[in-house]
């Protein structure tokens, strides 16, 4: 099996314009649905550990999807760290960051993007060697304001806010100058995945993929 070369956090929220956040509660969809979206021109594929299929499905993305950059989110502890990068993972997620899972990251060699919502958790990343963060929740925690306002004090990071994006709002976010990608769910609706409507989501997929033009013209 060929060895595949290490992701960078900036390669991760650099890629495309959105990073799907993916809950799959069955593993037979984990393989169709990463070639829905691949078809679509997204990725990098956040599937969330927040389902007992989850590490299954990214196992089985890992094997059977190569060309994605399949990645473990709602990462919260160090044993979620190394369950994922057994599975295949190739990235990290976390809904926050705590120094354990920051070390675990380090240990099993891949990139992180923890979730920051206030000044003090963006310090602390930044003394771990993070940059590239995901701002979460980002609505609930002040949405493209708080945004706005970081750019001054922490010129030298880029986010990822999720939580609240969708479709409507997601060209707003994306116009920020400190703004590399953002996370949303809407890419993976549960009904076209009970439904098996791999062109709904590759749909999705694509949309999401055209709104590069919005991060482009900064």
């Known amino acids: 099996m060929a060895v595949k070369s290490p992701l960078g956090a900036l390669d991760v929220v650099r890629d495309a314009p959105v990073i799907p956040v993916i809950v799959l509660h069955n593993a037979k969809h984990a393989v169709p649905m990463a070639r829905a979206l691949l078809a679509g021109g997204i990725r990098m594929l956040e599937v969330t550990l927040r389902t007992p299929a ?22 919260r502890s160090a044993d979620d760290a190394r369950a994922a990068a057994v599975a295949g993972a190739r990235f990290l997620v976390s809904p926050g960051l ?11 060699q891949l990139s992180l993007l923890p979730g920051v919502a206030t000044a003090s958790e963006i310090m602390q990343a930044r003394e771990e060697g ?16 708080m945004l706005q306002a970081w750019q001054g004090p922490f010129g030298d990071v880029c986010f990822c806010p999720t939580g609240g994006i969708h479709a409507g709002n997601a060209a707003e976010f994306l116009a920020l100058k400190n703004v590399a990608c953002i996370g949303g769910s809407w890419l993976v609706p549960q009904d076209a995945l009970e439904q098996g409507d791999w062109g709904r989501i ?6 999401a993929a055209g709104l590069l033009i919005y991060r482009d013209r900064k």
């Open 130 to 145: 993070l940059h590239a963060l995901k701002f979460f929740p980002a609505l609930q925690a002040g949405g493209r304001a």
């Open 202 to 207: 590759t749909a999705l997929a694509r949309a």
């Open 54 to 75: 989850a590490l299954a499905c990214i196992e089985a993305i890992a094997r059977d999807v190569p060309e994605a950059m399949v990645g473990a989110g709602t990462v």
């Open 98 to 108: 705590t120094g354990a899972v920051a070390q675990a990251s380090r240990d099993v």
